[in-house]
């Protein structure tokens, strides 16, 4: 019913900046908070940061003041704007909305992208 797709991941050097994109697609009346996660090899998926539908953002502790959630309402989109990247960085990162569904009974429903790598080399 709903679909992602992200773009933008790939490999940059340490104090490089990457640009990720998420664009959802489908049965949607609205899409309520937007969302990154990243899941690093042996590691846990963890939250990056969300961004509500009042634009009320929400980043863990260890990117902020480096990377810039955002929201496009018009595209269905969010991004993620990755600037000073560490090699502690380096992870599949996954795009996460939370939907109300355009046909009846209009469920929630959270979504989750196929993932993008982000390699970052020291």
């Known amino acids: 019913q709903v679909q992602l797709v992200e773009s933008g991941g790939g490999l940059v050097q340490a104090g490089g900046s990457l640009r990720l994109s998420c664009a959802a697609s489908?049965?949607?009346?609205?899409?309520?908070?937007m969302g990154w996660y990243r899941q690093a090899p042996g590691k846990q998926r963890e939250l990056v940061a969300t961004v509500s539908s009042s634009d009320t953002t929400n980043y863990v502790d260890s990117v902020k003041g480096r990377f810039t959630i955002s929201r496009d309402n018009a595209k269905n989109a969010v991004y993620l704007q990755m600037n000073s990247l560490k090699p502690e960085d380096t992870a599949v990162y996954y795009c996460h909305v939370g939907v109300v569904i355009s046909v009846p009974p209009h469920n929630n429903v959270e979504v989750w992208g196929q993932g993008t790598l982000v390699t970052v080399s020291s």
């Open positions: 489908g049965t949607i009346f609205r899409i309520n908070v």
